[in-house]
């Protein structure tokens, strides 16, 4: 398995269940979605290769090999392999942006959820601290003008 830096925006969802490191719950509720289906998981798998220097290496040693020993005028079929494969591949980033997406929009939601309900909940206690703020000006009125009151009506 290949380590990846943590800042790397790098997400296959069966890798990132078992990576054991604490995620967003909607990032692992996703990663969960996308585990259960074969054609994410495919799919998932060849963006993951097809994203990797490996990728560029195996690349590099087939065509070399195709150039030099297989073909004698290797640049027809190699132009229709490569344009074909180039279809693909772009098929799969756009796959690989859309997981990207999906990740980022459950996230997006769930931020927004707990950002509305932390503002309810502030907004809540703010109301409650001036109510208490309230009952305490009443309370030190009252009781100023008792002690005042006292001293005045006492002299």
């Keep these: 398995m290949t380590v990846h830096a943590p800042d790397r925006p790098h997400i296959v969802p069966r890798r990132l269940l078992a990576d054991g490191r604490d995620h967003?719950?909607?990032?692992?509720a996703e990663a969960r979605r996308r585990a259960g289906s074969v054609q994410l998981?495919?799919?998932d798998a060849i963006t993951a290769f097809a994203g990797s220097m490996r990728f560029v290496y195996v690349h590099v040693a087939l065509f070399a090999l195709w150039m030099l020993f297989f073909e004698k005028s290797p640049w027809p079929t190699l132009t229709l392999v490569v344009s074909l494969e180039a279809?693909?591949?772009?098929?799969?980033?756009m796959i690989g942006q859309n997981r990207q997406a999906a990740f980022q929009q459950v996230k997006a939601d769930h931020d927004f959820s707990s950002t509305e309900q932390e503002l309810h909940d502030n907004t809540t206690?703010?109301?409650?601290?001036?109510?208490?703020?309230?009952?305490?000006e009443q309370l030190t009125s009252e009781i100023h003008t008792e002690v005042v009151g006292k001293r005045t009506s006492g002299s």
Excluded: E, G, W
């Excluded at 967003?24 to 692992?28: E, F, Q």
């Design 24 to 28: 967003h719950p909607s990032v692992l």
């Design 41 to 43: 998981r495919v799919a």
């Design 87 to 93: 279809i693909f591949l772009s098929t799969f980033v």
């Design 125 to 136: 206690i703010t109301r409650q601290i001036a109510d208490l703020t309230a009952k305490i």
